[in-house]
């Protein structure tokens, strides 16, 4: 994982040693998932946010933690009948480090930069 821990993941689930080793895979996936959501809607790269703050802002390691839980909590696919969003405070903890435009050298596959609307 890039900056979420596993620890990090077994303290935001509330699992103890032998809840998080028996689901020790699907953990690392989500957090993998959850970080590569939180870098892709702020339109950035680890290295950008190494670069730009020396670490990555506790924000961003809130808002990925949150999508693990979501992610934990609602393994399906969302459907009317089981629609669940991720709360308001994930767009909060985000929009400070949303980029809304790149240049091409940053973001080849789309010359126009990303236009964000959360």
């Known amino acids: 994982m890039k900056f979420l821990t596993f620890d990090q993941i077994k303290a935001q689930l ?11 895979d699907l953990l690392v996936l989500y957090g993998e998932a959850a970080e590569d959501a939180v870098l892709n809607i702020c339109n950035r790269t680890i290295t950008d946010i190494y ?10 390691v809130q808002a990925g933690l949150m999508l693990v839980a979501q992610s934990y909590q609602h393994r399906e696919p969302a459907s009317p009948q089981n629609l669940s969003a991720v709360p ?3 767009d909060l903890l985000l929009k400070p480090y949303m980029r809304l435009t790149t240049s091409s050298a940053t973001n080849n596959n789309n010359e126009y930069g990303r236009h964000c609307n959360l």
């Open 14 to 24: 509330r699992l103890d040693d032998q809840q998080a080793e028996d689901e020790h």
């Open 51 to 60: 670069e730009q703050y020396g670490t990555v802002p506790k924000t961003l």
């Open 88 to 90: 308001y405070t994930f």
